[in-house]
């Protein structure tokens, strides 16, 4: 891992177009601006779990013929029991 220091006004480059900026420091916070092109996502970490949870919810519901919802009453009925 690289470590930069860097000042409010300031920026790192990765590659020939993704711009990191450091617009704001505060005693508990650094606000970061990133210019990144379109076809690069950029997202904060602890959202990509969210999205993976997303994924895999989306293709549970989905992997019966009889209906996905089945699928999710049934998982429900399950972990409701098992908490009991």
Excluded: C, Q, Y
Excluded at 41 to 68: C, I, L, P, Q
């Amino acid at each position: 891992m690289l470590v930069v220091r860097r000042r409010a006004g300031e920026a790192i480059l990765i590659g020939d177009g993704i711009e990191i900026a450091v617009m704001e420091i505060s005693p508990t916070r650094v606000k970061l601006g990133v210019s990144a092109p379109r076809a690069v996502a950029v997202a904060r970490k602890e959202m990509m779990g969210v999205a993976e949870d997303n994924r895999r919810a989306a293709d549970f519901a989905s992997t019966s013929g009889t209906g996905g919802l089945d699928n999710i009453l049934r998982a429900l009925r399950i972990h409701s029991s098992e908490a009991s």
